[in-house]
């Protein structure tokens, strides 16, 4: 049973350009998060979504930055028009339920923006 | 709104010590906390999970303690070696929420 897969692992944008993540849970896992790590700061949460429905996008910028995660294929993550400050970590992680299942996260995608 | 601690920031021990790294947070209507570890330019790997009805979890050489009364848990990690090296994260399941609110994290740095 693969773990939950992210590509890519890094990625290198010029300010303007679009970022496009992509994650897919563990086999069995339809929740779906995503998390965002600054440097030198803590994990933040950034969006939760199930099966071609955005639950929770509290933690997610009002500008620029979107989720998915449709009924076939991996949850994407998109920043459009990408700026210095978006640079960081972005790891995705999946459980199999609601209520505070344990949650397996992947490996991230580091995005620098230059 | 949940906030998590992790105290100390950063820890050095010699090889074989016994160690505790504790992490609080302020608001008790947690599901579950979890704590994790992450190696420079890593994921994260979950070591052990405590539910809001548990007092504490074992896994080999870590044992974790959940106290939802005084806001509290604790990563007790017996006998360290070398590999144990890593930043150790804690991460508080929300109640009423599905997210988990992390602290900095501990960096641990255990010397041969």
């Known amino acids: 049973n693969a773990g939950v897969m992210q590509n890519p692992r890094h990625l290198v944008r010029r300010r303007g350009q679009e970022a496009r993540l992509r994650c897919s849970p563990m086999?069995?896992?339809?929740?779906v998060y995503w998390y965002r790590q600054l440097p030198e700061e803590g994990l933040k949460f950034m969006v939760y979504l199930q099966k071609e429905n955005i639950i929770d996008e509290s933690g997610m910028p009002k500008e620029r930055f979107s989720a998915e995660f449709p009924k076939e294929g991996p949850s994407i993550l998109r920043i459009q028009q990408v700026v210095r400050g978006d640079s960081a970590a972005y790891f995705c992680a999946s459980s199999p339920r609601q209520g505070g299942a344990e949650a397996f996260f992947g490996q991230g995608t580091r995005l620098t923006v230059v | 709104k949940q906030e998590v601690t992790q105290i100390p920031a950063a820890l050095s021990v010699p090889e074989g010590e016994n160690l505790v790294l504790n992490c609080s947070f302020t608001d008790s209507a947690i599901y579950n906390l979890q704590w994790f570890r992450q190696d420079p330019g890593k994921g994260l790997t979950s070591l052990l999970l405590?539910?809001?009805?548990?007092r504490e979890q074992t896994s080999g050489r870590l044992n974790a303690s959940l106290d939802k009364s005084s806001g509290r848990s604790t990563l007790y990690i017996a006998a360290s070696q070398p590999g144990d090296s890593a930043t150790y994260l804690c991460?508080?399941?929300?109640?009423?929420?599905?997210?988990?609110?992390f602290g900095k994290g501990t960096k641990l740095t255990v010397n041969p």
């Open positions: 086999k069995g896992h339809s929740h």
């Open positions: 991460a508080a399941f929300q109640g009423g929420s599905e997210k988990l609110v």
């Open positions: 405590i539910q809001s009805s548990q």
